[in-house]
């Protein structure tokens, strides 16, 4: 029984829903304009949704690009931060900030009260003129399809927010689903101690290295492409973000010849069906695989 309707609404200018980097900065600019405002978020502590990322995950942008509203990023201009680093500077950006912030509140329910809204939690009720939904695309629950229940149970079954490094695999070939940059660069790593496969569409690769100078020189002009042509606000943007987000985004930092020099077996046909208890690519190759 949902029990949240007994709580007396706290009422407020606005709700954020989310405390990762577009809620804390949205929560910068709510404070200079005053007002009551409030920041929810499900995680116990600010900061945690990268946490949880797999251990060896580095930032696709460098440090001088990566920084919030009126807080610089730490450390050299030029590295690419580790999620640890993200989560820490998240968390030092709301201190810094006094941002109110309500850990370990999920939001239960989003809806419409006149010219106001109202959101309920576990545990507390608020009521606002403007709510603010800044929860991102990455705390949605991990999506495995229906065959993966078909699977012989002795295959390990890991979602990429549940992997954090190849300790957690068993001995034996892995397959790897999903060929964009976050399965590249899982196979990749995952090639030094197993075989690997890893299957999917081919989504191409930017051309240059993250690391290199040219990357350098090319980021002003790539960052207003992104921001400017590539954005919500304009139909290209709008739907090569669908398209990311439904087939897969180019490779950033491992290329397609890493892959091949880290032994990685690269297969572009789709993971399509189960048969005796393994998975099934394309029409009719049977990957004998441990995890």
Not at 205 to 212: A, D, F, G, H
Request: charged share 25%; proline share 5%.
């Amino acid at each position: 029984m949902n029990t949240t309707r007994t709580h007396r609404a706290e009422r407020l200018d606005t709700v954020v829903i989310g405390a990762g980097q577009a809620g804390l900065a949205t929560g910068f600019h709510l404070k200079r304009r005053g007002g009551k405002f409030v920041i929810l978020d499900a995680n116990a502590r600010v900061g945690d949704n990268w946490r949880c990322h797999w251990d060896s995950l580095r930032l696709y942008s460098p440090a001088d690009h990566d920084g919030l509203p009126g807080l610089d990023f730490p450390g050299p201009a030029s590295a690419f931060p580790t999620k640890d680093e993200v989560a820490d500077y998240l968390e030092a950006y709301a201190k810094t900030f006094d941002l109110p912030i309500r850990p370990s509140t999920r939001v239960q329910r989003l809806a419409r009260n006149g010219d106001n809204y109202v959101v309920e939690c576990a545990d507390a009720r608020f009521e606002a003129h403007n709510v603010v939904v800044a929860t991102g695309p990455f705390g949605r629950g991990a999506y495995i399809p229906r065959i993966g229940a078909d699977l012989d149970p002795r295959i390990v079954q890991l979602h990429s927010s549940e992997y954090h490094n190849p300790s957690q695999l068993q001995e034996g070939r892995v397959l790897v689903v999903g060929a964009s940059h976050s399965g590249a660069d899982i196979a990749f790593e995952v090639a030094r101690s197993h075989s690997t496969i890893l299957c999917g569409r081919d989504h191409g690769q930017i051309p240059v290295r993250l690391e290199s100078r040219r990357f350098r020189i090319l980021l002003p002009v790539l960052w207003q492409v992104w921001g400017h042509v590539l954005s919500v606000r304009t139909p290209m943007g709008r739907k090569g973000r669908i398209n990311a987000r439904t087939h897969g985004a180019p490779l950033l930092r491992v290329k397609g010849s890493d892959l091949a020099a880290a032994g990685v077996e690269r297969v572009t046909d789709r993971l399509t069906g189960v048969r005796g208890g393994l998975p099934v690519l394309g029409e009719d190759r049977v990957a004998d695989v441990a995890t």
